[in-house]
């Protein structure tokens, strides 16, 4: 009877690896951020001979190219199942001892072109976001993924002495937008819109009784959890109020969280409407809020847990309900484990 088990498939350079890798690999780590940090890889392999550490030693910068496939997971006639990684430069190695090991590790947000590894003043005069993200991806040699119908304009955007990649998170951050470098590729989205997708999984605390829903694939806590939530800094409301000048008119709005209780967050910023200043005011109150009810989860590996996808949590009291993961952590070695984060969605803003 085959055993089940997770194949790496690696191409270094673009070359084929996987072969000459394999008898040498101890495990291999990928962490899947949905925002505002580097997808991150590390791969260990056992150097007794120490050819990692001289002749097969990897160059720094090079690009690795990393796919999991699972065999025999579900039953030995399952079809394999693949979860590419995507690409990643190596920007560390390490040797050690003893036993003698060597681990690699990656990113996947390059140094060696202009996202981050430059910095550079100039500056947007009244453009829009879109245009601002699509000329830095261009530069970087990028492209640029834009998932969301929001594109604010600019007045002025003015970059000085800073990366690319800092610049354009710290715009997208004030715009109430996220972040993320995968393959090549900026992506710019909206969490709003991910938290609002139907949940397709649900996480199962073991010994709970529950009645199965067409659709819906069930999954079991491992060997642990940890959830929690807080008050301190939590706004049931957000009040924004600006003063448009000497001869015009204030404008204001309070946007209330369904259900909310509590205190009201105060805001004054410019706006140009009171429409805007409500979409203004539900973007703050999400940026304070959106960390109440948090936590982690330890669960067998599994390609479907990834940042972005949303998720029911069944079984545990109070803290049933949606959320969304927020980091993914795939680690193959003596076994395979996914650990994630969650936050609990929001409803409406």
Known sequence: MEARRILTIIKYNNKDISADISKYLKSISYTDNLSGEADDLQITLEDKAGLWQSTWMPEKGALLDVMLQQKYWQTLSALPQSLRLGLFEIDEITSSGYP????????????????????RSRSWEKAKLQVIANDIASAAGMSLFWDTEENPVLDRAEQTEQSDLSFLYAICKDK???????????????????????????????????????????????????????????????????QQGSSKSNIETTYTAAGKKGKTLQVNEQVESVAEALNLAKKRLREKNKDEVTGSLN????????????????????FDDKYLITRASHDIGSGYTTNIDVRRCLNGY
Do not use: H, W
Not at 300 to 318: D, E, M, P, Y
């Open 100 to 119: 003698s090991e060597v681990q690699i590790k990656a990113v996947s947000v390059p140094d060696n072109n202009t996202l981050r590894g430059t910095e």
């Open 176 to 242: 109430g937008l996220a972040l993320k470098i995968s393959d090549k590729k900026i992506i710019i989205f909206d969490e709003a819109k991910y938290e609002a997708e139907k949940a397709k999984i649900t996480i199962v605390k073991p010994g709970t009784v529950y009645k199965k829903e067409s659709g819906m694939k069930y999954l079991f806590v491992g060997t642990g959890y940890s959830l929690r939530t807080k008050i301190r800094d939590i706004y049931a409301a957000c009040r924004v109020s600006y």
């Open 299 to 318: 669960m067998l590996g599994n390609f479907v847990l990834l940042s972005g996808v949303t998720v029911n949590l069944l079984g545990f009291g109070a």
